[in-house]
């Protein structure tokens, strides 16, 4: 049933039948089941009645208005009841006619129909977004809004998106992995427009994160935001859409908060005007007029009701946190707690100091005044030696060596100039006086706080920066340091946790999380740490800037002095103008120096390097490249060679020769067709889909491999990531299967990772190709036996494929020759390859020749013959033999008789002797 616009749906039927009950109605108290209706024309679903619940008194509430379509050159504003439309004792205003279709009111105004229909300003404690809707306030679902949750395994329970008053995040699955938590809004814009967002992840790095889904399609992954919020816009045409918030999650480990949290979302393009302004929410207030938002009231300040146009001050004794719409008891300042103040030394003075101690901005304590601070003492002045990078000055003040040049501390009074081949690359800036937040060029710090239990962002304590006091539980302060300086610098920290297990800090580099620092208790500040990082950039520019922040993360409730991350003191080297070098370093290779005192060595350009020495480039040796400027010379692999201007490796790829020195035997591969496919392969591993291009990189790097910013990878092989392709290898060497049954591509020299646990790792890939005539021109195929899991997905890929084009280049050695028997005089030829091969000569056509019949010869019938003369000549030797034999005992026994004394008569007579007669 569609909703009546009467607004009362038989309300003297249900009103008896709760009579009979004998319930009573207190309509003070009465609810409203309307979590599943959509209340305005934003809808991108139709409006349905499912459920009555307990009427309330009509109020204009529960008068909603939308317009219609334009008729002509006007349309017209009418008013309908809001979903479930269950309320009591309400009239419908009249529907406005001749609203002109080109009038559309900006943000800060509403539609005023009271007269001649006009675009009018918003009064104070109230607001519009003109031709849009803004959810800024979570404590009920908007029914444009569904959540789900998804996992992997069937035994367990996940958690979809849950409000948090001020925000919304994916819900609590610290516990659960190979899960996805989704968050669905059906919107439906009445004109083209867009829709924006504000949101954090605090997730697994590379692994688990956020996936922008509009309209069943994929529009971005963000996996960690590094403890910020950032902003998201996307345009949307007219019409209803789907747009979706999914947290994926794979297979193991929980990092951060484990989650996504969205602040404010925006959708503009679902109307043409409101006709009246919102008033402002709870915990915020607008004083001026025509505003489109409303203001977050001021830390120490609330707002009890809707509408305000300005908060209210906390009583004595209470504060509060920005936005709120009530107040808390406050700590008291004690001047027992180090946390709460800290001290400032006078400059010197006939040898003498004076040290005193005040309290930390923004005090977070209460009645400070009250607590008696320290009292004030002098001290006498310690001689202290210059650092390295300084040097004394005549008013015996160490200061910064100038540009180009070096000292290595101590007393002394000049520094040393660098000669060619060095340069005072390495400044170096201390940073351990903290009364001012650092603005420099090349070295700038900001600090704020995200959540909606921020008390303020880091604060400056003299000796130290922390990240304050008074937080409630999921705040997040930060401070962010931006450094610009050549490659090759290095960051120094000393540092202390001085927080309850349960909360942790989080470093990110230029977005991505470096490391992860868990809390331990430790609330004295005893357990001091240092950090060293490297400042290092792999593109092709000559300075970097990097932006470094720490974020403290408040997972726990409860607000103490043992709750904050504390840094000392912060050295970087390596900024450009800015500090002073404890030396003049050797120039690395690839880069060098002509003139004395430079502050750094210039790039060689691509395609040479610099000597050890490093005051000249010159190109590399033969064998060798440099793709890039500013690098050492890379060997070439095998069967690659360098092109004339040293900067990549070429292949001959129609002859990739192999030869055994035994045999001297020469074998030919040929990949020219196998480099013509481009084609993509996905590999699907633990839920995610890993996208490699790998057949169009064969014979030279591929020209799909980009960074972020579309500059060329010089890669033989990558892979798809939220942050670009990521490149596999840049040298190749081809090295051949055994029993030449094809090939294996290794390549080298990817992408180096900086830092982190894989720093200074460059990533490596393997692509073996077996020889399979079967695999026809469709291109080559993944190797029934590949198995995904052996994929290294950060920094390592190995892939096993078929193809017929790995098979042997074909040449005149491998052909066999047939013929035909001879027939009228003709008999015909025909080729045949006598092992598997593929590309080089193609086979000889078959060829039809003269023959003589009386010479031609059956090829059984010699075979007959040959045997026939085998058999009689070996029949001729047996029988010569056997006679030879035979002979030689008669003659034996003629000779015995021959030799005897007695006559023969008389032997005869005897019978000594017995002839044989046969």
Not at 274 to 302: M, R, V, W
Not at 350 to 365: L, M
Not at 425 to 449: H, I, M, V
Not at 560 to 571: A, P
Request: glycine fraction near 8%; proline fraction near 4%; include cysteine.
């Amino acid at each position: 049933r569609k909703h009546s616009t009467t607004g009362r749906l038989n309300m003297k039927a249900i009103l008896t039948i709760i009579f009979l009950l004998g319930v009573t109605l207190a309509l003070d108290q009465c609810a409203r089941e309307h979590d599943s209706y959509c209340f305005d024309e934003s809808c991108g679903v139709e409006l349905y009645e499912d459920d009555v619940g307990v009427p309330c008194e009509c109020t204009e509430d529960n008068i909603g208005a939308k317009f219609s379509s334009c008729v002509g050159n006007s349309r017209q504003l009418f008013y309908y009841w809001k979903p479930p439309a269950t309320c009591l004792n309400g009239t419908l205003p009249q529907p406005v006619d001749g609203i002109p279709c080109n009038l559309k009111c900006s943000p800060g105004e509403y539609l005023d129909v009271s007269n001649t229909p006009q675009c009018a300003s918003c009064p104070a404690g109230t607001s519009s977004y003109g031709w849009g809707h803004v959810w800024d306030e979570w404590t009920d679902w908007p029914a444009q809004f569904t959540t789900k949750c998804a996992i992997g395994d069937p035994t367990k329970t996940c958690n979809g998106w849950t409000l948090d008053g001020e925000t919304i995040n994916s819900g609590d699955n610290h516990e659960n992995h190979y899960m996805q938590s989704s968050l669905t809004l059906n919107i439906k814009l009445v004109m083209s427009g867009w829709f924006s967002y504000s949101y954090m992840v605090s997730a697994e790095d590379r692994y688990d994160g956020l996936y922008i889904v509009i309209d069943d399609l994929i529009y971005s992954f963000i996996s960690n935001t590094a403890g910020a919020f950032r902003t998201a816009n996307y345009s949307l045409s007219a019409g209803t859409h789907t747009i979706s918030w999914q947290y994926y999650k794979d297979r193991s480990m929980s990092r951060g908060l484990d989650k996504v949290i969205i602040d404010w979302i925006q959708i503009m393009g679902t109307t043409w005007g409101f006709a009246k302004c919102e008033e402002c929410p709870l915990g915020h207030y607008q004083n001026h007029t025509g505003s489109s938002t409303c203001i977050p009231c001021d830390a120490g300040t609330y707002a009890p009701t809707v509408g305000l146009g300005q908060c209210l001050l906390c009583e004595s004794g209470k504060t509060s946190y920005p936005g709120a719409a009530s107040c808390f008891l406050q700590q008291q300042c004690s001047d027992l707690n180090a946390a709460y103040y800290t001290y400032d030394y006078t400059p010197c003075s006939g040898g003498q100091r004076t040290k005193t101690y005040r309290w930390i901005e923004p005090i977070s304590c209460l009645n400070p005044n009250s607590s008696a601070l320290p009292a004030t003492t002098l001290e006498a002045c310690e001689l202290q030696a210059c650092r390295p990078g300084e040097y004394i000055t005549d008013a015996n003040v160490c200061e910064y060596c100038p540009s180009g040049s070096s000292s290595h501390g101590g007393l002394v009074q000049n520094c040393s100039v660098c000669i060619w081949g060095y340069a005072a690359s390495n400044r170096t800036l201390y940073l351990d006086s903290w009364k001012n937040w650092p603005q420099e060029p090349s070295a700038s710090f900001t600090t704020g706080c995200t959540g909606t239990s921020c008390y303020s962002g880091w604060r400056l304590a003299s000796q130290y920066i922390d990240s304050g006091l008074g937080h409630g539980q999921d705040a997040m302060p930060w401070v962010e340091m931006a450094l610009t300086g050549y490659n090759d610098g290095r960051l120094y920290l000393e540092y202390t946790l001085m927080c309850e297990a349960g909360n942790e800090a989080v470093l990110s580099m230029d977005g991505i999380v470096l490391r992860t620092f868990q809390c331990a208790g430790d609330c004295q500040g005893t357990d001091r740490k240092n950090l060293t990082l490297p400042l290092r950039s792999f593109d092709t520019s000559e300075t970097h800037t990097w932006r470094l922040r720490f974020t403290y993360i408040k997972s726990t409730s409860t607000v103490s002095t043992c709750d904050r991350f504390v840094i000392h003191n912060v050295t970087a080297v390596g900024l450009v103008d800015l500090g002073g070098s404890p030396d003049c370093f050797k120039c690395r290779n690839g880069t060098s120096t002509t003139t004395f005192g430079q502050d750094h060595c210039a790039a060689c350009p691509a395609g040479t390097s610099s000597l050890p020495d490093g005051d000249i480039c010159l190109p590399c040796e033969d064998g060798y490249f440099a793709d890039q400027a500013g690098m050492s010379c890379l060997a070439c692999g095998s069967q690659t060679f360098p092109n004339e201007g040293r900067t990549m490796c070429d292949l001959n790829c129609s002859h990739i020769a192999f030869v055994t020195a035994a045999t001297n035997e020469t074998r030919i591969y040929d990949l020219t067709m196998i480099g013509q496919y481009n084609q993509t392969i996905d590999i699907h591993r633990n839920g995610t889909v890993i996208s490699f291009d790998v057949l169009g990189s064969i014979c030279e790097w591929h020209p799909q491999c980009t960074d972020a910013s579309g500059n060329p990878l010089d890669s033989y092989l990558c892979y798809e990531t939220e942050f670009g392709w990521r490149n596999m290898g840049k040298v190749m060497d081809i090295t051949e299967l055994v029993n030449s049954t094809g090939l294996v591509l290794n390549y080298s020299e990817g992408l180096q990772f900086p830092f982190g646990f894989r720093g200074g790792l460059k990533c490596t890939s393997q692509l073996t190709l077996r020889c399979d005539p079967s695999v026809d021109v469709e291109g080559p195929m993944l190797d029934p036996g590949f198995n995904a899991s052996t994929i290294d997905a950060t920094c390592h890929i190995e892939l096993l494929m078929r193809s017929r084009f790995a098979c042997l280049k074909c040449t005149e050695d491998d052909l066999d020759v047939h013929v035909t028997d001879c027939k009228d005089g003709q008999q015909t030829r025909f080729y045949a390859f006598r092992r598997l091969c593929s590309g080089g000569m193609t086979l000889p056509e078959p060829e039809v020749v003269e023959c003589s019949p009386e010479v031609t010869v059956k090829s059984n019938t010699v075979i007959i013959l040959i045997v026939v003369i085998i058999i009689f000549f070996l029949g001729v030797v047996g029988g010569f033999g056997f006679l030879v034999f035979r002979n030689r005992q008669l003659y034996e026994k003629y000779t015995q008789l021959a030799n005897r004394d007695v006559p023969m008569e008389e032997d005869l007579q005897s019978g000594a002797v017995r002839l044989e007669t046969e």
